[in-house]
């Protein structure tokens, strides 16, 4: 019974720390084009300055791995916007009360929320191609977050977020 309870636990443990990504994209957009990237200059990401700072500095590694290049007259620009939210608690107990009888019945239920909702940061990226002034790709992300994790782990967080993200980029064509 004990060991049923602990994998329970780590099952819920494992899904409240997932990353979900949505993406969209235009399919007309031959992705070859690009090469060079920036940022727009009056990007307010929502972050804080020094996650702001760990989450460029990570895109930055990830794109140029990619072989994209940092230019200061790119090809498309991107935006980082950053929002955060409580989630709903998951789970809860039900109470109830019934009566019956000669083909009477009744009841009241009432949940009882159990614990506090999660703090959840989405993130969404959008690319503009630089010529057109046109979105041509967007990924948003959800995750849990912590207000109060270490340097380390937040930038750990984010890597593994920006490694989710860019798994699926460019995009295969069909």
Not at 54 to 83: C, M, V
Not at 88 to 115: D, E, Q, T, Y
Not at 125 to 147: C, H, I, M, N, P
Not at 161 to 170: A, C, G, I, R, T
Request: charged content about 20%; overall charge negative; proline content about 3%.
């Amino acid at each position: 019974m004990r060991y049923l309870l602990f994998i329970a636990f780590c099952c819920l443990l494992a899904s409240c720390s997932s990353i979900r990504v949505n993406y969209d994209y235009d399919k007309g957009t031959d992705f070859s084009n690009y090469t060079t990237y920036n940022y727009f200059s009056d990007m307010e990401t929502g972050l804080s300055q020094l996650d702001e700072r760990r989450l460029i500095g990570i895109l930055d590694s990830t794109l140029q791995f990619k072989g994209y290049r940092l230019a200061e007259e790119p090809e498309f620009f991107i935006n980082i916007l950053s929002s955060e939210y409580q989630s709903a608690p998951n789970s809860s107990v039900g109470i109830g009360m019934g009566g019956g009888g000669r083909n009477v019945g009744g009841g009241v239920s009432v949940g009882l929320p159990i614990g506090n909702g999660s703090i959840q940061r989405h993130i969404q990226f959008d690319f503009v191609d630089a010529q057109r002034d046109a979105l041509f790709w967007k990924a948003s992300t959800e995750s849990g977050y912590r207000d109060n994790a270490s340097p380390s782990v937040r930038e750990d967080r984010l890597r593994a977020l920006v490694k989710k993200v860019f798994s699926k980029f460019p995009p295969e064509t069909d």
